[in-house]
């Protein structure tokens, strides 16, 4: 468990979050913790029967959610301009964005990289996600209450040797946060982000590949962070990056 201010019951009641990602580890522990809260959640990510599996499991647990099939990786600013306008027509707003989406192929000397996969690592988890944003802001805007949650690493930890350009577009991410922090300081966006501790997914298995399985905790654990930043009282975190710890 990790130590959070209490929440009330159906903290996201009547929001609407998208979640990218949201098949991954962590992206489909946030999705059914935000549909628990009582969040309208939209499920983003590449692949339809992934995204059909959590839509399914989510139907159970809280409001009907909604899915956007999009490969991050190719995607352009019209595309997410697109996908905002949907929202916003189809759902009544948006209030929420929480960035689970990454790409790491593993660990190799930035001398070796392919230049393809390099470029894919710093699109994928640096400047796709800034794109989506950029396209939903206008959308935030006219919430009541709205939030950005950009999931973050431990640069200690990835930004040295053999992390490559996800270390380089985790580094990246962090300035991300404080930039667009101090730029939507006085509006009703708040912006933040949250680094996880060690949690079994497809990427740390990836990167450390002789680690016994049971070693992390689940991703699940860090959801509820997330649900923290969403609510409003997550107003506390407005331009950190929030490391909870597992007690």
Sequence with gaps: MIQLPPLPPNSLEGQVVLV????GGLGEAVCRAAAEAGATVVLLGKKVPKLNRVYDALKKIGPEPAMYPLDMRGADPADYEAMADKIAAELGGLNGIVHCAADFSGLRPLET???????????VNLTAPWLLTQA?????????????VFVCEDLSRVNKAYWGAYGIAKAGLEG?????????DDSVVRVSGLQ??????????????????????????????CVYLLSAQGVAERGRILRPQVG
């Design 113 to 123: 990289t392919d230049a393809e996969e390099f470029i894919t690592q710093i699109h």
């Design 20 to 23: 990218t990602g949201a098949y």
């Design 176 to 184: 991300l946060v404080r930039m667009l922090h101090d730029e939507t």
């Design 196 to 225: 996880p501790g060690p949690m079994r997914t497809s990427i740390r298995s990836r990167a450390y590949v002789e680690e016994a399985a049971t070693h992390c905790p689940d991703a699940a654990v860090y959801a509820p962070a």
């Design 136 to 148: 939903c802001l206008p959308v935030l805007r006219k919430a009541e209450n709205a939030s950005v």
